[in-house]
């Protein structure tokens, strides 16, 4: 507002609040609550279902809930959740049938691998010291899971299960597809006929048909593919269908970022005389990987989903040992624990995943435009 | 050839040639996969000449001998494999088909949810979008199963809250017409009423384009339908016969049933699938520049009209191609139906391999099957987006 | 590309060995590794399953210890390989496993189109019903509409079938492709009636149910289930073995044999212990084997009676019966070729 100030003739400004309807809790609540009748009615609509479901969901949760006790007698008197569930089982959901006393062994390599995951996740540890760390920690990974070194008995890959063989499915699924998804995604770029049908074909293939297929075929066609004498054991044979499976969804997303590519980049490379490996690996990839990091990452969280499918092959992954935790009738009508137990484990996993790719995509676009 | 290639770029050896590379780099590919295959096949042949199974797809006639309770296709023990496999599949069709349709419908409608200017009800569809997408489908499945077969009450003490309608834990017993010709009359009439009302809608359309005039096509389309169907069912004779469920030895008779296992999946792949496609409906939405939302503002349109006349027709050029790989994924997930007892294909399947050992050719049907159905899912989906894509654009 | 070709060449040779492979290949196969891989049951009480120190028990597990001890002389040399019902013939085939001695029916396609061979039958079966006592049902003539809980895949799933049909009643079929959940389902009430084997239905409601007494196994047995173990085709010194391991247990519970008395009896003059143990000759070496393989089966494994019933007789949890399983001198099915 301007005033002209009577003795100096000169305009005077002064600074002057907004009324209170428009600013403050009572107007944000006004405007986005109650700006209009059909949006009170959705408000009121809300609010309702909030109060019918958040104070029984909390009661049963926690306030009702029973977290003692060694049996499911402890929780018969319960209206709330019977976590003695999760107390008296959670060995056997976390880590299956491994060894019960070598049980401390999957618990660090776990918690190894996934610091590992973690570490590698931050932009500013990337250079040769993660290298480094994963150079360390994957053989120490291995070590610990198989053990016949150091007085550590061998434990059997039929015996892993649980979280750890979750984990272990999905990130080695993950990792080793992604040079293979490359490579296809290159291979459907090319110019060269044969190569991008060859490609082409593969990735449509593997993308028309479920997964369960796949995993069929791992579980029980790949023994007549070999000659025999030649096994190979059922983890493994899960593991390679997981990562051709993967592979053909991580080339979509890596020809995702090649087209992204401006053209002017490739045609630069080739002015200035660079080779076909010279300007994918120095020019074409390094551009078109960083554009998709997140779509990689989202790719990610579908793996780590997926892998509850080995399920159905009889794998002892996460979800299987939760699910055979209340297969004892005792234990049968808790099985909303069982599953809100697993179900929050793999939330807290793919959550995270999912914000953190959008960190990245803040990040990375961010240093875009700089 | 390689030689007169390198004649022509003098002073590069033939073997750096460009050209020539490209051919051996495709040579060696292409032995690469016909030596791969060769191997694989001739192992498969060793193994099964040697362990004597025998190999063809004519034990698909034979007697399947297994009984389907799933079945909208008439089969009896005593019919062959082909024919349990057909009633798998259609299983499969059916589940997918319904499961499409309202993912898209919750989907859509969370989507909207979540740009809404209501802060409580945009926060509900995060919520919801965020849990479900980060849950694995599978636990999802085995939650609603457990949570349809334990929670609901045994058949003895089934719910009836209206009349004839019964719900149990073994499903959802409901009364149906019973179909006689009066009602194949009607269901003349309804199909007559589809044919008029596409007529109708081109009609509206062309003279919209001309004069600019509206017409609202979704009700006329409605009226007409239901009013053909009903001349028709009342040509037929105005048969209101209903078959009623009601209690009889161990479970219902008459009406139709809804399985537990088929409620579930349905269930799981909706809500599963709702998620996803709410996202894309989001970011559909909000790829129309807001000088759109704008313009149609000014022009005194509500927002509702906004929405439907102006913001849904654009976004969907952006919403389509996504959604196709959500309606593939939804089918290909319909798979999971076999953890929790559902008779899909891949169930059946499972149950014909077990039974005759024909691992090989069981696997192929499902991929076979499978890749079929994606790709006519994948045509029909491109044909519809070629329809709302901007016409006389150049893409 | 040189690292290619030398893969290649070394594919190649793995595809020329495996084409020449002889028959006797198992044979030499097992001998060679010094371990047998049994294909067993993931957890069945009585057949085969883990106990809490992760050692495996049961009737099957006892004919894949009995193989591995006429092979290399120890009960413990055998890997045992859990297998499901749709996983266990493609194990066998694609020779996963050595021996699969998991609770299997025998039937001719099995045996013919599956490429098996089965070993003389360890375990005779049927098929039955166990329902709610309190749906108040005495016989399987009655359960016209009811719904069923079956696992998939397996010859109960058509007996089932059969046997509706020929009785001319409807049911409702609910399928899983795990025992574990198909009881489960049974038990949270989805099905009014679990069908399976005898034996497993004794043995699920020993274990598997809250109370015992809230559940009864209706009289009728609608099914032939012989049980057996079997091999793939192609190496008959292998079955062989297999199928003279088995004829070795019930033998020696026909003559008296026991894993106690074993020594004395090696002592005696009767030409036919003195061919059963070994003291007199040549049966073992017609089979490839030492000739006091079946010595030293009875004497770790026990005889055929001994076995059952630590799993599953009198002296075991599941607490069945002889019935068909006994000798035929007593009535039974049990009957051993004689070892001449």
Known sequence: MTYIDQTTEEPVVRAVSPPSSQIGPVAWVRKNLFSSIPNTLLTLVALFLLWKLIPPLLDWLLFSATFSGSGPEACKATTGACWTLVGVKHRFMLFGFYTYEEQWRPAIATIVLLALICGSGYPRFWGKPLALAWLIGLPLFCVLMWGGVLGMPMVETDKWGGLPLTVVLAAVGIVVSFPFGVVLALGRRSTLPAIRTVSTLYIELIRGVPLISVLFMASVMFPLFLPEGVTINKLLRAQVGIILFTAAYQAETVRGGLQALPKGQYEAADALGLSYWQKTLLIVLPQSLKLVIPSLVNQFISTFKDTSLVLIIGLYDFLTTSRTAVADPAWQPFYVEAYAFAAIVYFAFCFSMSRYSQFLERRLGAQGRR | MSVRTTDRTSGVPWYNDEKTRGVLYQVALLALVLFAGWWLVTNTLVNLERRQISTGFSFLWREAGFAIAEQRIHFEPTDSYARALAVGLFNTLEVSAIGIVLATLLGTVVGVARLSSNWLVARFATAYVEVVRNIPLLLQLFFWYAFITQSLPSVREALHPVPGVYLSNRGLAVPVPEFNQGQAIALIGAAIGVVVSILVARWARRRQDATGQPFPTILATLGLVVVFTLVGWLAGGAHSALSIPHKEGFGFTGGAELSPEFAALLIGLTVYTAAFIAEIVRGGVLAVAYGQTEAAMALGLRPAQVMRLILLPQSLRVIVPPMTSQYLNLFKNSTLAIAIGFRDFVSVDDTVMNQTGQAIECIALIMAVYLTVSLLISLFMNWYNTKVALRGSTR | ?340
Not at chain 3, 4 to 31: H, R
Not at chain 3, 256 to 274: F, I, Y
Not at chain 3, 276 to 288: E, F, N, P
Request: hydrophobic share 40%; charged share 20%; proline share 3%.
């Open chain 3, 1 to 340: 590309m040189k690292r290619l070709t030398t893969a290649a060449a070394a594919l190649a040779v793995t595809v020329g060995i495996a084409g020449t492979a002889q028959a006797g290949a198992t044979f030499d196969a097992v001998k060679a590794r010094g371990q047998l891989v049994c294909g067993v049951h993931t957890g069945l009480a009585g057949f085969s399953a883990p106990d809490d120190k992760g050692v495996w028990a049961g009737i099957d597990v006892d004919i894949c210890r009995a193989v591995a001890t006429a092979m290399f002389g120890d009960g413990n040399k055998v890997k045992f390989v859990p297998l499901t019902t749709s996983n266990r013939f493609t194990a066998l085939q694609s020779g996963e496993i050595d021996l699969l001695a998991r609770n299997t029916t025998v039937t001719l396609t099995r045996d013919t189109t599956n490429g098996m061979n089965f070993a003389p039958v360890n375990f005779y079966d049927g098929q039955g019903f166990i329902v709610a006592k309190k749906l108040n049902v005495k016989s399987a003539k009655e359960l016209k509409g009811a719904t069923v809980c079956v696992q998939s895949g397996t010859t109960t799933e058509q007996n089932l079938a059969d046997y509706f049909r020929a009785n001319k009643m409807d049911f409702k079929p609910v399928t899983f492709e795990k025992q574990d959940e198909a009881v489960a389902a049974f038990t949270g009430g989805r099905c009014d009636v679990y069908t399976s084997d005898r034996s497993q239905l004794g043995a699920i409601r020993a274990s598997q149910v809250k109370v015992p007494e809230d559940y009864v196994i209706l009289p009728e047995t609608i099914s032939k289930e012989p049980f057996a173990a079997a091999v793939r085709h192609g190496d008959d010194q292998w079955f062989d073995l297999v199928k003279w391991s088995i004829y070795a247990m019930i033998e020696a519970e026909e003559s008296g044999v026991t894993s106690k008395n074993v020594d004395e009896m090696a002592k005696s003059t009767d030409p036919n212990l003195q061919r059963l143990l070994g003291t007199s000759g040549g049966m073992g070496k017609a089979l490839g084997v030492d000739d006091k393989f079946a010595y030293n089966i009875i004497k770790t494994v026990g005889n055929y009676g001994e076995s059952f019933d630590r799993n599953l007789g009198a002296g075991s949890k599941v607490k069945l019966e002889r019935g068909l399983n006994n000798l035929w001198k007593n009535g039974g099915l049990q009957y051993a070729i004689p070892f001449r």
